[in-house]
């Protein structure tokens, strides 16, 4: 079973070379340490930031160079800032080749809720509508199923949406899965965990053919 810094080393591995990457908050921000280093790739944050690094180290942090989470971050040589007129220009004109987010739940079909509790206050939807409605692909980050051990990878999402059938594949703490029109095809299953496993907490359909191979990081 992967932890959540596992979960950012499997995705990293679906970066390519040459992508525009947008990172969302939460276990997607931790996807920039480890990204290959014989590749280029420029993280791009939706409060106006192209090009930013790994976290920083203890005590070489700023306080004004931040992520859209408000963590500091390291920019790499070459980055650039901008206000956020320019940064949604660049993500709803789809020049992100890449959008890794978090979410609460992902149904089967491909939709995903990661914006608002009902019940719970909330700032706003943030940028997550604009990412989801504009992003050629889409990789969620999350745990497999919530505190209570009950599945986050739904026949249908129960909180209110951020996107309609936009999620292309999924990595959780036990699995990779593809969103596929027939539903969940799981692709790799985390160190130590069975098919059997993945199976049990998954409320979506399910699909599994052949040997499915224990992920690598």
């Not at 959540?4 to 921000?29: C, F, H, S």
């Not at 500091?72 to 004109?93: E, K, V, Y």
């Not at 990789?139 to 129960?158: D, F, P, Q």
């Not at 990595?171 to 069975?194: H, I, M, Q, W």
């Amino acid at each position: 079973m992967l932890d959540k810094t596992g979960i950012a080393q499997r995705i990293a591995k679906e970066v390519k070379d040459g992508y525009y990457v947008n990172l969302g908050i939460g276990i997607p921000t931790l996807v920039a340490n480890y990204v290959r280093n014989d590749i280029e790739v420029e993280f791009q944050s939706e409060n106006g930031v192209l090009g930013m690094g790994p976290f920083p180290y203890e005590g070489e942090e700023n306080a004004d160079v931040i992520n859209a989470g408000k963590q500091t971050i390291t920019t790499l040589p070459g980055a650039s800032f901008f206000d956020s007129a320019l940064s949604f220009s660049m993500i709803r004109g789809q020049h992100v080749d890449l959008t890794i987010l978090g979410a609460m739940e992902v149904a089967e079909n491909g939709d995903i809720a990661n914006w608002k509790i009902p019940g719970k206050m909330v700032k706003g939807m943030g940028g997550a509508m604009d990412l989801v409605a504009s992003a050629e692909n889409i990789i969620v980050a999350m745990m497999h199923t919530n505190r209570a051990g009950e599945s986050k990878l739904l026949k249908k999402c129960s909180l209110p949406l951020t996107g309609v059938g936009c999620v292309k594949k999924i990595v959780t703490n036990l699995a990779v899965l593809e969103v596929t029109p027939k539903g969940f095809k799981l692709l790799e299953r985390a160190p130590g965990v069975s098919v059997e496993e993945i199976q049990k907490s998954t409320e979506g359909t399910l699909i599994v053919e052949g040997d499915i191979p224990e992920m690598t990081l």
